[in-house]
Every structure is written in C-alpha cells, then in structure tokens.
C-alpha cells in the first residue's frame, strides 16, 4: 500500500474521526484519568506539528504529533493507525517524520507515555524496535500501572528500518 505523509491542521473532519477512534481504543486500556489525550484544538496549537498518513486514495489511515516542550524536549502524541493498515509500516513511517522534525529542531530527546503493555503491545513494539528504551515518568505524568513511558536520544544515528 502506498502511504503519503505530511503536515495537516486536525481541524479536519477525517483527522476529527482519527482522534475519535484512538480514544474509543483507548477507553477499554486503562481509567480515563490516565490517559492523557490531547483535544483536536490542543494538536492545533503552536507547539504541536500533526503528521498525517493517507493512502493512495487520500483516506486518512494514520496520525502522529510532536509536541515540543521547550528546547531540551520533544513527545510523541496521539500516534494511531486504523486497524486495517496496521503491520504494514504506517506507525514506523510515521515516527520516522516525527523524529526527523525533532532532529530538524535540535532536540536531544523524544519521549512518550503509552498504555499498559495488555492493551498496548503493538505499539510497545513499535516504539522498541525504533530504537525507543523505556524510562520513568516525565514532565507531570504521574507513576502509575496504567502507563509506559519510553525515550529516544537523538544523539543516536538515525533509525535505519
């Protein structure tokens, strides 16, 4: 399958749609006060850049964010690929723009907070086969069974995957 990937605005009704079935997968993974979603109106804001997939039909199959949090870090967001497409390097296509921005920004680090490994599995895959370790909580997230945190050092050679 041929994917295209680029910067959208999520103030889209298919990236609208996207946001609502990753929250609807997310609901059975953990408590609704660990999951720290962001709203189509925040990924709009200055400090987010919205990568979105589309097929060679321009259906929008996948979205990931970076969120830059000053100038030592950037954090992967609302990364979700529809089940349809998943197993075919939508997700790694998507990190690979996400990390590309971070390095284009100098960012030493990239990290991120995902569910549970039960609910979450692919993804904790994913985010370890880039390259990704797992860590403690950063920023305000706080410990809890309910999340999984992971970094990636940018002053590592680029994912070659």
């Known amino acids: 399958m041929a994917v295209s990937i680029a910067i959208e605005t999520p103030l889209q009704d298919d990236v609208r749609e996207l946001v ?4 609807a997968f997310l609901l059975p993974t ?4 660990f999951q720290f979603k962001m ?3 925040q990924m709009a804001g200055e400090d987010t850049t919205v990568f979105v997939a589309r097929d060679e039909n321009g259906v929008a199959v996948g979205m990931g964010a970076l969120k830059v949090h000053g100038p030592e870090l950037g954090e992967v967001k609302r990364m979700f690929t529809l089940p349809s ?8 296509l998507l990190l690979d723009r996400i990390v590309g921005l971070a390095r284009e920004k100098d960012l030493p680090i990239v990290m991120l907070e995902t569910g549970p490994e039960d609910g979450m599995a692919d993804a904790h895959r994913l985010y370890g086969r880039y390259g990704f370790s797992r860590r403690g909580p950063f920023l305000d997230y706080p410990e809890s069974p309910w999340s999984n945190f992971f970094e990636l050092k940018l002053t590592a050679p680029a994912f070659a995957g």
Not at 85 to 92: F, K, M
């Open 39 to 41: 709203t189509v109106e």
């Open 85 to 92: 497409v998943r197993g075919q390097r939508v997700g790694t």
């Open 20 to 23: 609502a079935q990753l929250n």
């Open 30 to 33: 953990s408590p609704v006060e």
